[in-house]
């Protein structure tokens, strides 16, 4: 692992622009670094669906040895993310406060880059690797489903750097993400000349909310009220209502279980004040639980310790290019990748996880080619 090669190409990165749907700079640079480390870079199709500025890499490297694993990041940062200025003190990266620095998930580009590039240089035995680097992560996890669906022929690893935590970080589960949305349709009328005629959209709503699971509902199982829309004057009892949230659980049972009680509570408050509800259901992205004995868990904390980090397994309740990965043919692994207070102006990164990091995507490829 070459130190000051991470860290340059990470400081190169950072102040590439690249907000959601305007990736396309970055994606020339690590093109250009694929295709010199030797990789085959290849693009999809998805700019169309994703609108973004550029289709998603997909980059292959033939191996020396059997095997094949692939890994994964994505180009795009959340705002304010134009103009970025990194400043290293004290072994610390972080912007001059007035932009996010982009380790969100620029750190994992980096990080990859230079694995991959040692393990070719070290002369150990590594397997046929694949590079994937999506756009519009940060909107939802919106490009990584346009992967071509026969992307892997077999249930690959594919090692996702892109969740807070040290070098050696590995996040075992993620959270099943449905997202809802109800039309409450009640009965409008002139609220101060025959209120009684009418049928309160907005009521239906409060009684629904009022009676449905929110917030936490356990370790990793989370469900929210966020959006609430209807009514068109002060005078007028609304005819429509429209609530929006969202339930997630890394259990796929509680999932279900907490969709299913926050239909109900959506059905009673329409029809305890005579109205109606439709409501759509969708899944985001589904989610994945491992034993820490699973063996491809085992062989990354293995190749943690080898290089002297400690591997240390955690939950996320947060979505990621890993949720999509798995309908792909990939078992995904969700890696830390050294961020830190991610999505603020506080972001920053230590040089040392960024380093750590890049010798355990070197480390894990010669493992799985030995």
């Not at 959209?201 to 209807?230: F, K, S």
């Not at 969708?282 to 063996?295: I, N, Q, R, V, W």
């Amino acid at each position: 692992m070459n130190r000051t090669r991470v860290l340059n190409t990470f400081l190169d990165l950072v102040t590439i622009d690249s907000p959601s749907q305007r990736e396309s700079s970055v994606a020339h640079y690590c093109a250009q670094q694929l295709k010199r480390i030797g990789f085959t870079v290849d693009f999809d199709e998805s700019q169309h669906e994703t609108e973004s500025d550029t289709p998603q890499i997909i980059a292959h490297l033939t191996g020396t040895a059997p095997g094949h694993i692939a890994f994964s990041a994505h180009m795009d940062c959340v705002s304010p993310c134009i103009g970025v200025h990194p400043i290293i003190e004290n072994g610390v990266i972080h912007s001059d406060g007035s932009t996010v620095l982009g380790g969100d998930d620029k750190s994992g580009i980096a990080e990859i880059l230079e694995g991959v590039e040692s393990v070719k240089e070290s002369g150990r035995a590594y397997p046929d690797i694949t590079v994937l680097f999506s756009v519009c992560e940060e909107l939802s996890v919106a490009g990584a489903p346009h992967y071509p669906d026969d992307l892997f022929t077999e249930e690959t690893p594919c090692f996702v750097f892109d969740s807070d935590g040290s070098a050696g970080t590995i996040c075992i589960a993620a959270p099943y993400h449905y997202v809802y949305t109800a039309t409450f349709h009640g009965q409008a009328a002139h609220a101060g000349v025959e209120p009684e005629k009418g049928r309160n959209a907005i009521v239906m709503a409060a009684h629904a909310i009022e009676r449905m699971p929110n917030g936490r509902q356990g370790e990793t199982t989370t469900c929210n009220v966020g959006i609430i829309d209807g009514g068109s004057a002060t005078n007028v009892v609304p005819e429509d209502a429209t609530v929006r949230g969202e339930c997630r659980s890394v259990d796929a049972d509680e999932a279900i279980c907490l969709k299913d009680q926050i239909s109900a509570a959506l059905t009673t408050g329409a029809q305890t004040f005579g109205g109606t509800v439709d409501i759509k259901w969708t899944l985001s992205y589904p989610g994945f639980l491992y034993a820490e004995d699973d063996p491809t868990i085992d062989m990354v904390k293995r190749a943690a310790r080898a290089i002297g980090l400690k591997p240390v397994c955690k939950a996320t309740a947060g979505g990621s290019d890993a949720n999509v990965l798995g309908t792909k043919g990939a078992k995904p692994i969700l890696m830390g990748s050294g961020m830190t207070h991610f999505h603020s102006l506080d972001e920053s990164l230590n040089v040392s996880d960024l380093e750590g990091c890049a010798r355990l995507i070197e480390e894990i490829a010669a493992t799985v080619g030995n």
